[in-house]
């Protein structure tokens, strides 16, 4: 039975905290979801990332952050997939993120935060709702 | 249909018209900037569109083709991508100007269809150098221990001017060996703690290998894995002498010396200090001591798989059109069963299904008819070969 062919994703953990719970959690539950997920593991730089997301030709790519250094990461990630002309590739980000902080990420261009809690369910429906939402724009 | 399904499904229909297939080879080939994301399009043109496989492996028939296409197999946990890491920083010094690429497979789940590919992991040394390709599978259900469109992969990686590919199978058990059908030369990975010498006596992988690497040397059963595999070896080399001897003449046995079809078999040429590396003659696999994770050994394995690619150019070209005979043969099936698949589907068949299960029509019948339904109803202009 020809099934087409499931979207894929990046889960990487830029920067230097290590505490990679969260982003294995999110890995699995994406996984078991029926997404292709790469993993890249911790302590990546946003070069590192972006580079791999454009090799592996991922639809989206999350980031966890336990760091606090979110602001700078995730607008270098955004800046370097737009300086490569990928800025088709989504960006979703978690872990403790302060609720003030959300609002500018937002605008800087991340497409969705999940902080520590959010429903595996709800990560799951938000990530399929924006892939949907890219494709048809 | 789950949400990640539909959410395939959209994925699939619109990006499929926008990706104007010779653009992206042009864009792929060109040094520009947009070089790499053209090429890892053009991966997942290869990998996501089974049905246009055959067609796109046609089209690329004139690309640049590798000069290595290396494969590493072996058990889950063995040490693969480590090795293949390591193997690639030592082919990245040796060739500071070569570019590389590499195919790492990793499981899709039989349940979600879904897939954590985490070989990168152990490769992210090379993420950001322009000279190293990597790219990640997801089996998708196909069994073998690669994908189906790893070939493809590889195709697009000779277009971009990849001198050497490194395909990575998944964590393989006993008889996933396409591996042996896909690439120039096969590197079994064994790591100790994997069963005793029954194990490497059974068919299947350990009859794929071209090199076996005894992978974390440091543990301490490697020793003995080592030599069990030298038996092993030893075993297979002389099985292979006697059974290309007469049937009258048996393999004589002079005390301590065998004699073979070409002479004395020296039991002791070669016998290693167990250290690195073990070989016996040009048909016995070499076998490498190594700890990838330490780079230990890694050297003479590189210098000894530059060697064979010298060596063994001849035997590769022959075996690439072995390879472009499966190929076809696999393409073919695909398509029967695509199209026997479709046909099963159609409304008024039904009827036949009814009929086998009232037993009214036998198997053989609905299949022949099956077949013959399918394949009347061709898709393409048919084949013509060129007599010039």
């Not at chain 2, 690309?63 to 293949?84: D, F, Y």
């Not at chain 2, 013959?372 to 061709?378: G, I, N, Q, T």
Request: hydrophobic share 40%; proline share 6%.
């Amino acid at each position: 039975m020809e099934q087409p062919p499931k979207p894929r994703l990046l889960i990487g953990k830029p920067g230097l905290d290590g505490h990679d719970r969260g982003a294995k959690y999110v890995a699995q539950i994406l996984r078991d979801a029926g997404f292709e997920v790469v993993y890249t593991g911790i302590r990546r730089s946003p070069e590192q990332i972006v580079d791999t997301a454009i090799q592996e030709d991922v639809a989206a790519i999350g980031l966890s952050l336990l760091s606090g250094a979110h602001n700078a990461l995730f607008g270098r990630v955004l800046e370097l997939l737009r300086s490569r002309g990928a800025e088709d590739i989504l960006v979703f980000g978690g872990g403790t993120i302060p609720p003030k902080d959300v609002p500018r990420l937002k605008e800087m261009g991340v497409a969705a935060v999940f902080t520590p809690g959010t429903p595996a369910r709800q990560i799951v429906e938000t990530i399929e709702g924006l892939l949907v939402q890219r494709q048809t724009a | 249909m789950s949400v990640a399904q539909r959410v395939a499904v959209s994925w699939h229909s619109v990006t499929v018209m926008e990706r104007n297939l010779d653009e992206l080879v042009s864009e792929a080939r060109s040094a520009g900037p947009r070089s790499q994301r053209a090429a890892a399009r053009l991966m997942s043109v290869m990998t996501d569109q089974p049905h246009r496989l055959a067609e796109l492996l046609a089209g690329s028939r004139d690309w640049p083709q590798p000069r290595l296409v290396l494969g590493v197999t072996g058990a889950p946990g063995s040490g693969k991508s480590t090795l293949t890491d390591h193997l690639v920083a030592e082919l990245r010094t040796r060739h500071p100007h070569s570019k590389i690429g590499i195919v790492a497979v990793d499981p899709s789940s039989p349940f979600t269809g879904g897939a954590l590919l985490g070989d990168r992991v152990r490769m992210m040394r090379h993420a950001t150098d322009p000279q190293v390709f990597i790219r990640s599978l997801a089996s998708r259900g196909h069994l073998g221990g690669l994908a189906l469109g790893a070939k493809g992969v590889v195709r697009v990686m000779g277009l971009i001017g990849c001198d050497v590919v490194v395909i990575e199978t998944v964590g393989v058990g006993q008889s996933e060996v396409e591996i042996a059908q896909n690439a120039d030369l096969v590197v079994v990975v064994l790591a100790p703690g994997q069963g005793d010498s029954i194990q490497l006596l059974k068919a299947g992988l350990m009859e794929a290998g071209d090199v076996f690497v005894v992978n974390k040397s440091d543990k301490p059963d490697a020793l003995q894995l080592q030599r069990e595999l030298a038996t092993m070896l030893e075993r297979s080399r002389i099985a292979r002498l006697d059974l290309a001897h007469p049937s009258a003449v048996p393999l004589a046995c002079h005390g301590p010396q065998l004699v073979g079809p070409e002479g004395p078999i020296d039991m002791q040429r070669d016998r290693p200090p167990p250290a690195v590396r073990t070989v016996w003659d040009d048909d016995t696999p070499q076998v490498f001591f190594c700890s990838a994770a330490n780079h230990e050994g890694i050297k003479e394995l590189a210098a000894a798989l530059e060697q064979m690619t010298h060596s063994h150019a001849a035997q590769w070209q022959a075996r690439r059109r072995r390879q472009a005979a499966a190929e076809i043969r696999h393409a073919v099936l695909e398509e029967v069963q695509r199209r026997v698949t479709a046909a099963l589907q159609q409304n008024g068949n039904e009827e036949l299904i009814e009929g086998i299960l009232a037993g009214e029509i036998s198997l053989d019948q609905l299949a022949d008819h099956l077949m013959r339904e399918s394949v009347s109803r061709s898709q393409t202009s048919p084949l013509s070969v060129d007599a010039s």
